[in-house]
């Protein structure tokens, strides 16, 4: 790591040069390198090097895995062109089980792939074309999705080694992400096993290695297994993936992190963000978060604009979260003065980005919304209106038999941020052995038109009898506007959801929420990313 300001300063000149003469230039790439980690796996990488990195002028490297299932990128192009452009090195690599490594995947364990990590800033330690800190230690930052976010914050909680990450679309508490509150996510949970491992075992067999046949650890088959045959895991299985959640060790984060979270992600929801950047933030490094309508999802950005930012046009801008992105990296890895926004950008469905200080925005209260009676509901009921992997409105057939929808929040006099994580007592009884219900924030427009907020249900399992318990739903990142009201919605069945192995049920509910709602000004169009 960066220990003298002096380097930050010929960073800044050797950056300036090496982005003037890089644009016109191909870089050199070097693919197939094979690296021996620790335990002797090989892991496969390919070295992009921009024009005139040298032992003579030596530059900073950025590495860039893969999320799960995939396998690494050979070309300079997208983000990862952009990075060489500027000047720096980026060293893509397979991730061990992937591709064309060996090993067995073990989801960023800090004993297996924040190794691995490990061994690659070894290797490039020892490249002449890359800029050191001090003798085996490399100016390195770390740019990646979904697995490679998830793999930075373990490997930076560990490694001193790291500098910079940007950890995008990452994992959080792994149970509480695969299993919410004891119910398993079924879609995503069959995806992630199955086209993992299709990907792993096809791409291993031409491994410039040798053929590998590796693929998953034997507790994710084990955990596979147990939620298939019975809809849960045991302890054991439960403390495994426990041990690799981001969120277990990103308080020991101590380097400039920039953490990107997507708000229509029903796989690693925003509230994986959000704590992560409290955690970062507690330790008092350089922190950013941004919210973005990306993320693991089959429904895709309905915003105007999508993820980019810019609702009317982007005019051949690159999109905004990229832009900080680069920027991040040139003032963290480099010392350059450049612009990185505010602490806190947060992406609504009207497109726009909106700055912030601070998470939660100032002056944040989670203010009580009204009460839902739901009645009696008969359960497993059908899809409650979602999809195989997003929320999406009760149908009206469903309404009073499996399903119940209320106003919590009447529209507002002003546009009002919603962002955070919002809270439902729920309180009533249950009849049968156990019951699932499905909470869901519902947007209703004037005319009668209903969007889930983000996409997102949160499931949770009940016991049979009395209930009285306060559960979290998913984070939120949303403006209610003049004339709409916030409902919430409660069924007994989602397609996105396992249904109770136990039999029918019954449930009688009553639910009182609690909404995180900031003040009105941070809607403005003055607080407006540009």
Known sequence: MIRRWTVFLLLAVAGALAGATAAGAAPKIEDDIVVRSFDGTPIVATLMLPDGASAGAPVPVVLNTHGWGGRRQTTSSGTVGEFVKRGYAVLTYDSRGFGESGGEANVGSVDFEAKDAGALMDYLAARPEILLDRPGDPRVGWYGGSNAGGVQLNTAAVDDRV???????????????????????????????????????????????????????????????????????????????????????????????????????TLFPLEDGFENYSNVASGGAPVKLMTYCSGHTITGCTYPGGASGYPDGAAGRAPLWEQRVLSWFDKHLKGLDVDTGPEIEWQAQDGYFYGAPKFPLPGTKLEPGAP???????????????????????????????????????????????????????EGNVVGVAAHVYLELVDAAPDGTRVTVDDQTMPVRLGAGAIDETVELHGVSWILRPGHSLELEITTGSAQYAPPRTGPFAVSLTASPALPLAPTGFASPEHRSR
Do not use: C, M
């Open 163 to 265: 500098d910079v990450i940007v950890p995008v679309i990452a994992w959080g508490d792994l149970p509480r992400d695969l299993i919410p509150n004891g119910v398993a996510k079924q879609t995503w949970d069959e995806l992630l096993y199955g086209a993992g491992a299709a990907g792993a075992a096809a791409e291993g067999i031409g491994s410039a290695a040798g053929p590998q046949t590796g693929v998953y650890a034997r507790e994710i088959h084990i955990g596979h297994a147990q939620l298939a045959a019975t809809g849960s895991i045991t302890d054991d299985i439960r403390s495994w993936f426990a041990a690799r959640s981001t969120t277990a060790r990103s308080d020991d984060v101590r380097i400039p992190t920039f953490i990107i979270q997507g708000s229509i992600d």
């Open 372 to 426: 839902v009676s739901a009645g009696t509901l008969i359960g497993p009921g059908g899809t409650g209106g979602d999809g195989p992997a997003n929320g999406a409105p009760a149908r009206g057939e469903e309404l009073g038999v499996t399903a119940a929808r209320a106003v919590i929040l009447g529209p507002p006099r002003k546009a009002t941020p919603i962002l955070g994580i919002p809270q439902v007592r729920l």
